[in-house]
């Protein structure tokens, strides 16, 4: 077992104060948006007994990750861990699927993109899967709602909402984000002033076009933005964010799970390389409500998705003993209380990494603690 010093990254939507609360700091004035714990290269964890994550398992793969994980995901840790802070929106956004980001990033490659190029799409040949659990309540935008009740919400903030109405989704939203900018300006004005009025039954959505078109006017991803699942997670709930999912984080603290890649697809409300043909090329135009996923289990309960890298788990731990079974290599985060395993107490804001050779994971004390591990044992 190793005790973990993470990266905080400063992105500028961050908290100025959640992370620093969860790991018992002052908070210094700036945004801390996301804690990475894993071994992605850019910005690996330490470990106590020196050097980083990243090295040590590099050093021992097979031993640490087991024989199963080095197999499929090669001798790397499959997957990374994030406390999310949002103070303000993120990105609207989608991931390519394991075959889109395999056939892009080769494709960039072979063009001699720079793997830093601000107009590089695929920054790793790998999907990007995730699941993002809330630890606050937690505002997200997650997979298009049911094209009937866009249309009454556009047409409520008076769009012309034909194309939608006469052919579908991807159609209308392909036609909005390849306007020329002027016009993209134009109608998004024309949806905020109106958004002043709330349609009734979307009083959420109205606010938060305000909200986004005071931080990004006149960007064309507040139209994207309506078009999508509006919801607001309890602690505990969370959601399952698949290939092509549009989808923006909008404000509070979570724990997020994901396969180890860097690659996103921006659809808006970002300063930030827009590709709108490779965006459309991976999108998934399903209709309908968002799923909240909540955990199942006793003890150690499961949040059940269909992605191979990784398997999140929400472990309350309430005096007697808990043991998880061994599952490979394993990130352990306290985000409440405090509890021991193999001699060691941690505290809220603690977190380890337990190699595969490790055994069973007892744990004792009073907390509550998140599990990554790779979805396949
Ligand atoms: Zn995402």
């Not at 609207?92 to 395999?102: D, F, G, I, R, T």
């Not at 930030?272 to 289990?297: Q, T």
């Not at 985000?335 to 004792?364: M, W």
């Amino acid at each position: 077992m190793e005790r973990l010093d993470n990266v905080i990254q400063r992105y500028a939507w961050g908290s100025h104060t959640a992370i620093p609360m969860l790991l018992g700091q002052a908070p210094d004035g700036g945004p801390q948006a996301e804690l990475w714990l894993g071994a992605h290269p850019s910005a690996p964890s330490k470990v106590r007994s020196g050097g980083t994550l990243e090295a040590l398992i590099a050093h021992s793969p097979e031993r640490l990750l087991g024989t199963a994980s080095t197999r499929q995901f090669g001798p790397r840790l499959p997957f990374l861990l994030k406390v999310l802070a949002a103070g303000q929106p993120l990105s609207l956004q989608a991931h390519p699927s394991l075959m889109q980001a395999k056939a892009g990033f080769a494709r960039e490659e072979a063009a001699g993109l720079s793997r830093s190029a601000p107009n590089r799409n695929y920054r790793d040949a790998n999907h990007k899967p995730e699941i993002i659990c809330a630890l606050t309540d937690f505002q997200a935008l997650c997979g298009f709602r049911a094209a009937e009740a866009s249309v009454q919400l556009l047409k409520g903030l008076g769009l012309d909402t034909t194309l939608l109405e006469s052919q579908d989704l991807r159609a209308y939203f392909q036609h909005v984000m390849s306007l020329p900018k002027e016009a993209q300006g134009g109608l998004v004005d024309q949806l905020v002033d109106a958004a002043r009025s709330p349609v009734k039954g979307f009083e959420g959505e109205c606010a938060l076009a305000l909200r986004l078109s005071a931080l990004y006017p006149r960007d064309i991803g507040i139209v994207g933005a309506l078009l999508l699942n509006l919801v607001t997670l309890k602690p505990g709930e969370a959601l399952y964010l698949d290939a092509g999912n549009l989808h923006a984080y909008l404000e509070g603290t979570g724990v997020e799970l994901m396969a180890n890649s860097d690659n996103v697809l921006r659809g808006g409300l970002t300063p930030k390389h827009v590709d709108v043909p490779e965006l459309l090329s991976v999108l998934d135009f399903a209709e309908g409500p968002a799923k909240v996923l909540r955990p199942s289990g006793e003890g150690e309960a499961v949040y059940s998705t269909p992605a191979p890298d990784f398997r999140l788990s929400r472990v309350e731990v309430k005096g007697p003993q808990v043991t998880l079974p061994a599952r490979g290599a394993q990130l352990l985060l306290v985000v409440e209380g405090e509890v021991t395993t193999q001699g060691v107490a941690l505290k809220r804001g603690d977190s380890v990494f337990i190699g595969a050779d490790e055994g069973d994971v007892p744990l004792s004390g009073r907390g509550l603690v998140f599990r990554a591990t790779a979805g396949i044992s």
